[in-house]
């Protein structure tokens, strides 16, 4: 016994390096048969051999893929009676409107059938839309339709902080339920900051709040990857919002901030709102581990009354999705392009995919402009996002570096037909990583005004030479090279 005690000490990191490499052995295996990606099977087989334990904390951390789980219980939405009414009221079976197809062709009528059979994302025609430029618009807007709110309030978002504006808002929601109005909040337990005395004031008004997938020291830190990216509210089931604008006063340039914020919103009133009560009640459902009643306030029959109503399709991507909805569809939309398609991302770290969609239409003649930041919000991703450039450019993507400030906004149009505003970036974490969500807006006037929007910010951009970016120094290449390693982590 105890020569045995001796030999485990003076081999025990023997021992150890053997436990590991059985554990690597048997996980290998498992990665092998789950017949994904070739490149990102072999990254993760690659950390793992070389990596003693470190690629099993890796791989435990980053490597577990929930969109087979069906972590969310879909079928209690969707087959839900109120739901299926509220369907049925807001006249969403396409074959009600043979003329969509007619009016914006075949290519820009596959996006809609792709969301339709991934997901079952219904189509409402009658919506109005306010397109909001930064923070201070959106958040106006906000505090206009809180204060009217009637029935509920609910709110979903990545980034809650707590700071000047947060705190007001907070405030606002407290004196609205205390005033018996129904306020709901699932905020990002990872990308959101608020106190315990914030939390505390919240309760005491009656504001139900939930973390989404609380980060604790358990099981639950394998789940530290996935993040509920989604930037949600839905007043009254009439009244919704989405985009990109955070809880968080930086988003807000009539605060005293470090630089000035471009991001852009959607309010939308009609049909499309409730495929986003859908979504935040999916959510809320998880988060809370409680199944909320549907009931008829969360679904209202009336629509508005508009002149130019506007057709919606929400798409919802996440690993609780059986396909990567967002993804797909905006590979879709590039396929279909004709003559343009203008592209605003913060981060701009596209997939395999993708990248081939954007450089083979560029070379097809399709005339393709991309604004990312002129100074990214992280080293890191700033470095991954340039490693694009070269190839987009050599393929006659044009690419803007925005240098007024921060450029936040998610947004995409294609041709004057279809136009894409949410939470997504051009990026694998938002692609198959976070809880994301995009309008999918197919209408004319929208695509032209996006354009001109998208035309202004290009005023406040500078343009990517191709000759001058090929004599950029080989460290800063390198550092691209790196950081592109870590891209689908960033």
Same mark, same amino acid.
């Given at each position: 016994?105890?020569?045995?005690?001796?030999?485990?000490?003076?081999?025990?990191w023997?021992?150890?390096?053997?436990?590991?490499?059985?554990?690597?052995?048997?996980?290998?295996?498992?990665?092998?048969?789950?017949?994904?990606?070739?490149?990102?099977t072999?990254?993760?087989?690659?950390?793992?051999?070389?990596?003693?334990?470190?690629?099993?904390?890796?791989?435990?951390?980053?490597?577990?893929?929930?969109?087979?789980?069906?972590?969310?219980?879909?079928?209690?939405?969707?087959?839900?009676?109120?739901?299926?009414?509220?369907?049925?009221?807001?006249?969403?079976?396409?074959?009600?409107r043979?003329?969509?197809?007619?009016?914006?062709?075949?290519?820009?009528?596959?996006?809609?059938?792709?969301?339709?059979?991934?997901?079952?994302?219904?189509?409402?025609?009658?919506?109005?839309?306010?397109i909001?430029?930064?923070?201070?618009?959106?958040?106006?807007?906000l505090?206009?339709?809180?204060?009217?709110?009637?029935?509920?309030?609910?709110?979903?978002?990545?980034?809650?902080?707590?700071?000047?504006?947060?705190?007001?808002?907070?405030?606002?929601?407290?004196?609205?339920?205390?005033?018996?109005?129904?306020?709901?909040?699932?905020?990002?337990?990872?990308?959101?900051?608020?106190?315990?005395?914030?939390?505390?004031k919240?309760?005491?008004?009656?504001?139900?709040?939930?973390?989404?997938?609380?980060?604790?020291?358990?099981?639950?830190?394998?789940?530290?990857?996935?993040?509920?990216?989604?930037?949600?509210?839905? @007043?009254?089931?009439? !009244?919704? &919002?989405?985009?990109?604008?955070?809880?968080? =006063?930086?988003?807000?340039? $009539? /605060?005293?901030? *470090?630089?000035?914020?471009?991001?852009?919103?959607?309010?939308?009133?009609?049909?499309?709102?409730?495929?986003?009560?859908?979504?935040?009640?999916?959510?809320?459902?998880?988060?809370?581990?409680?199944?909320?009643?549907?009931?008829?306030?969360?679904?209202?029959?009336?629509?508005?009354?508009?002149?130019?109503?506007?057709?919606?399709?929400?798409?919802?991507?996440?690993?609780?999705?059986?396909?990567?909805?967002?993804?797909?569809?905006?590979?879709?939309?590039?396929?279909?392009?004709?003559?343009?398609?203008?592209?605003?991302?913060?981060?701009?770290?596209?997939?395999?995919?993708?990248?081939?969609?954007?450089?083979?239409?560029?070379?097809?003649?399709v005339? @393709?402009?991309?604004? !990312?930041? &002129?100074?990214?919000?992280s080293?890191?991703? =700033?470095?991954?996002s340039? $490693? /694009?450039?070269? *190839?987009?450019?050599?393929?006659?993507?044009?690419?803007?570096?925005?240098?007024?400030?921060?450029?936040?906004?998610?947004?995409m149009?294609?041709?004057?037909?279809?136009?894409?505003?949410?939470?997504?970036?051009?990026?694998?974490?938002?692609?198959a990583?976070?809880?994301?969500?995009?309008?999918?807006?197919?209408?004319?006037?929208?695509?032209?005004?996006?354009?001109?929007?998208?035309?202004?910010?290009?005023?406040?951009?500078?343009?990517?030479?191709?000759?001058?970016?090929?004599?950029?120094?080989?460290?800063?290449?390198?550092?691209?090279?790196?950081?592109r390693?870590?891209?689908?982590?960033?």
């Amino acid at each position: 016994m105890e020569t045995l005690l001796n030999f485990g000490k003076a081999n025990l990191w023997l021992i150890i390096l053997t436990i590991n490499y059985l554990l690597v052995i048997a996980l290998s295996i498992f990665i092998i048969l789950k017949n994904k990606n070739p490149v990102k099977t072999l990254s993760f087989l690659f950390a793992l051999a070389v990596l003693p334990f470190l690629g099993l904390l890796v791989y435990y951390f980053f490597g577990q893929d929930y969109r087979k789980s069906k972590i969310f219980e879909k079928k209690y939405i969707l087959d839900n009676e109120r739901i299926r009414e509220w369907r049925r009221n807001f006249r969403l079976d396409q074959e009600e409107r043979k003329d969509f197809k007619d009016t914006f062709g075949e290519e820009t009528y596959k996006i809609f059938k792709l969301l339709k059979n991934n997901e079952r994302a219904v189509l409402t025609f009658d919506n109005d839309i306010e397109i909001l430029i930064n923070g201070e618009n959106k958040f106006k807007r906000l505090r206009e339709d809180l204060e009217k709110a009637e029935n509920h309030i609910h709110l979903e978002y990545f980034v809650l902080f707590d700071d000047e504006l947060g705190t007001d808002l907070i405030d606002r929601l407290c004196k609205k339920a205390q005033e018996g109005i129904q306020v709901r909040m699932v905020y990002d337990d990872v990308g959101s900051n608020i106190s315990s005395k914030a939390k505390q004031k919240m309760t005491n008004a009656g504001i139900q709040h939930f973390p989404f997938m609380p980060v604790l020291f358990s099981n639950s830190t394998s789940k530290l990857n996935y993040r509920d990216h989604r930037k949600i509210v839905v @007043i009254d089931g009439s !009244i919704g &919002y989405v985009g990109g604008i955070n809880l968080d =006063q930086k988003y807000d340039n $009539s /605060y005293d901030n *470090e630089r000035y914020w471009r991001d852009t919103h959607l309010r939308i009133k009609g049909g499309a709102v409730g495929s986003l009560q859908s979504s935040f009640l999916l959510s809320w459902n998880f988060a809370s581990a409680d199944k909320l009643e549907i009931e008829s306030p969360l679904f209202p029959k009336h629509k508005p009354e508009s002149e130019n109503p506007v057709a919606i399709q929400m798409a919802a991507s996440g690993p609780d999705t059986d396909w990567a909805n967002i993804m797909e569809a905006i590979f879709c939309a590039i396929n279909s392009a004709k003559k343009r398609i203008y592209i605003t991302t913060p981060y701009f770290m596209p997939n395999d995919s993708i990248m081939t969609a954007l450089t083979t239409a560029a070379r097809s003649g399709v005339d @393709i402009r991309i604004i !990312i930041p &002129y100074q990214s919000d992280s080293w890191a991703a =700033q470095y991954a996002s340039d $490693s /694009y450039v070269e *190839e987009c450019l050599e393929s006659g993507v044009r690419i803007f570096r925005y240098v007024k400030g921060f450029i936040h906004a998610k947004t995409m149009v294609v041709d004057n037909a279809f136009t894409s505003i949410g939470t997504a970036n051009l990026d694998y974490r938002s692609f198959a990583l976070n809880f994301e969500i995009n309008a999918l807006i197919y209408n004319h006037d929208i695509a032209e005004r996006m354009v001109e929007i998208f035309e202004r910010d290009i005023e406040n951009t500078e343009e990517i030479d191709l000759e001058r970016w090929q004599k950029r120094g080989v460290v800063r290449k390198l550092k691209e090279s790196f950081s592109r390693l870590w891209a689908p982590l960033l």
